[in-house]
């Protein structure tokens, strides 16, 4: 294919795109298929000679889409979003066609600087505390990482290094592998699975703190858990805050939990992914308070903030824990500029060496919305989860299992768990709309987060509608 | 920005992208800005108001192109190719736009099933055998992961879990943490730094193995480590080996390391990053002799099989080993199929839970150029190198520093490391071709790596006549 074809092709494919996001909810938001269909659709082997591109599009329908679950369709409350906007989507053309590997300042430069300037202004209208902001002389400062699962592992292994070194300081005989034995990390129950990956990764223990009737790690039992620890002879060196869990989108109390971190010199992380965005709006930027005790801190942009996935927002408050954790310099990744201030090199701040021009789709999506756009998509969907919660709390038969703070509603059928599992059975096999169960305090319990931008009042209204109309359904059987 | 104005934005940015590619020879390769020089020329702060587009594209030639190193200029030389080709873009706007994160079966099942099916056809390409393709029944398969240092780490940590277990059984006593403290990893003093940095994220230890003369590793060098370790009471579990290195494209001798891997009980993984790909032509296909002894196997299609970024294509012989090292449960993230043995839950397979709908690339590439176009782009790249290594050998003042094997030329003036560095030094300041340096027996070498799809005979006897003209200038200095 030659740039004329592409220009042609591509034409054909942005119309494609349009087509299909504007036409979404004509699709079954969930999949009718069983798993093991798609190898049957298509051959064994790769072609030996090029095929014509006209097949392969065709192809996207015959075999691509009848197994999209379409996380964009208004349909869609399943898990929590992920970002779709049509800025984010011609940035990424655009990071395609540059292709560049920005692994260090040299290796594209515009890549590195664009990402450090986005950080501070998204870091700005978040309000975070000036020693995250990079600025041309700061200690801190942020980077794109692929998911909040990374940037939990990142700051945990560069606690891990910190903790070490701290550790040794006093005790230079102490090896490394004796004072990881004796580490241990804390997160909530309720924190996201990833937390506890992040441990096992690192080869530390982690424990689970006990949360509140508001599914929230509070200080006392933070500060409890962690004297036992320390009368044991373990060293407590980190915690991972959640502000917005993904079960019920409950948040840690940080303005406890933080000086009990900075008072034990162990590494706060707050994990933010799905919340975060929405501390830009004046109204929930009380949610993050505390976050100045706070080493470091992450949000999906890619969940809530109109940025096509992957881009996951990390602030620290110094560089030099997170580069420090595990700098290598070998000759080939070597550049002239390394050693000044100025310079960046982001694969220090990363596990993977490579990385995409993602910054892009964030100076797109910024400056095409603005702050005030931005606000008001947040807003919008946090009044959408508003209204189905009044459609909930108006019928007897159901109740709210957590308080409705985002886009986010955890509801159930008073009863039985199995009466709620039957519930959503139906729910999911009617393919109507998607949602997806979790567990609190021991109850089933159905999630419908708000999702796609494309999500307006009526969806709601009919969502509502449909579940009580399966419910009905469901309370005629004779055994209830 | 609504459907309408992304149909006409977009067709824009394709003619943007096909501007830039075809025209990518007039940008200088190496931008000529120094470090901050991004912050000055965009505002502190993101707009309270949506700004117009036509501004933003404008800033793209004002602030972004001014500072991007051009991978895909065919004066390009640098590190390792990234790949670029029309079709792999066109499928990522594909990608974009349907937008699911595929961490489960059911979180997109077209998205799961596609990318096990064309890890098969590429396995296939490959001549894999047969215990790496997942089929219908099989114990291994295969996965897209980010980077290969990723698939490394990933490979490390199953490692890891598996010597855990394997010790346990017969010690059941033994803490994890001690077990840890006696592991023992090995790789080529040659490996990419990813490699060691996998085995301090998993803290484990990790010995460096001497080459040969080739820049390979041999068995007896390891199968003499391993004796020394085990006889100090530690536990050899895991080696990488390289096949193509980053210094110079040396190839560890797999058929000889193999069987003493599986005889230790010790897990082989292979990193083919770069020259992976070149295994699909069968004149290369015998440097991955030995790949039956391995426990996975990695490479980047992402680099040279004109697949953009990211694509890192990594096998396994028994997937249970991997998801194994750290699957976890939450019951958000359940779904009814998750028990079927034709079900796979990538978010087992790698460190992120997200991930992007990536086999589309692979099928759209693999379709649009056919196994013999994809072989003729190795081929045409290969005999660039060969080209490029004739005309060094036939300039006296120079040497060749490593067999040519594929697109990968090491060479440097005879003469004293000084010389050299001088010598890139005035290549980097010229900024008419980009090429990066390593270190190879104690000697700077200078790497010429055949990278952009667009390079040419012509540019290669261009950049050996630029190379020649600096050398002539270097040479003519009263000190030399």
Partial sequence: MDAAEFRRRGREMVDYVADYLENIEQRPVYPDVEPGYLRSLIPTEAPMEPENYDDIIRDVERVI?????????????????????????????????????GFSWAASPACTELE??????????????????????????????????????????????????????????????????????????QAHSSVERAALIGG?????????????????????????????????????????????????SITELGPICNGENMWMHIDAAYAGSAFICPEFRPLLNGVEFADSFNLNPHKWLLVNFDCSTMWVKNRADIIGAFKMEPLYLKHENQESGLVTDYR???????????????????????????????????????????????????????????GLVCFRLKGSNELNQ?????????????????????????????CA????????????????????????????
């Avoid at 393919?431 to 708000?450: D, M, N, T, Y």
């Fill in 65 to 101: 889409m009848p197994g999209v679950t379409h996380w964009h369709s208004p349909y869609f409350y399943a898990y929590y979003p992920a970002a779709s906007s049509y800025p984010a989507m011609l940035a990424d053309m655009l990071c395609g066609a540059i292709g560049c590997i």
């Fill in 116 to 189: 450090t300037v986005m950080l501070d202004w998204f870091g700005k209208m978040l309000q975070l505390p000036e020693c995250f902001i990079a600025g041309t002389h700061g200690h801190g400062g942020g980077v794109i990482q692929g998911t909040a699962s990374e940037a939990t592992l990142m700051s945990l292994l560069a606690a891990r290094c910190k903790a070490v070194r701290w550790v040794q300081a006093s005790n230079p005989k102490k090896s490394e592998a004796e004072i990881f034995s004796k580490l241990v990390a804390y997160t909530s129950e």
């Fill in 204 to 252: 530390v223990m982690m424990r689970k703190v006990p949360t509140d009737n508001c599914f929230a790690v509070r200080g006392d039992i933070l500060k409890e858990m962690v004297e036992k620890d320390k009368a044991a002879g373990l060293i407590p060196f980190y915690f991972c805050a959640t502000l917005g869990t993904t079960p019920s989108c409950g948040f840690d």
């Fill in 348 to 406: 220090h701040w990363q596990i993977p060496l490579g990385r995409r021009f993602r910054s892009l789709k964030m100076w797109f999506v910024f400056r095409m919305y603005g702050l005030k756009g931005l606000q008001a998509h947040i807003r919008k969907q946090v009044a959408l989860a508003k209204e189905f919660e009044s459609l909930v709390r108006a019928d007897k038969r159901f109740e709210i299992c957590a308080e409705v703070i985002l």
């Fill in 422 to 450: 039957k519930l959503l059975k139906m729910i999911t096999k009617s393919r109507e709309i998607h949602l997806v169960p979790c567990q609190l305090s021991g109850r089933f319990v159905l999630r419908f987060a708000i």
């Fill in 453 to 480: 931008r494309a999500t307006e009042s009526r969806h709601i209204q009919q969502a509502w509608q449909h579940i009580t109309q399966l419910t009905f359904e469901l309370l005629q059987e004779p055994n209830h």
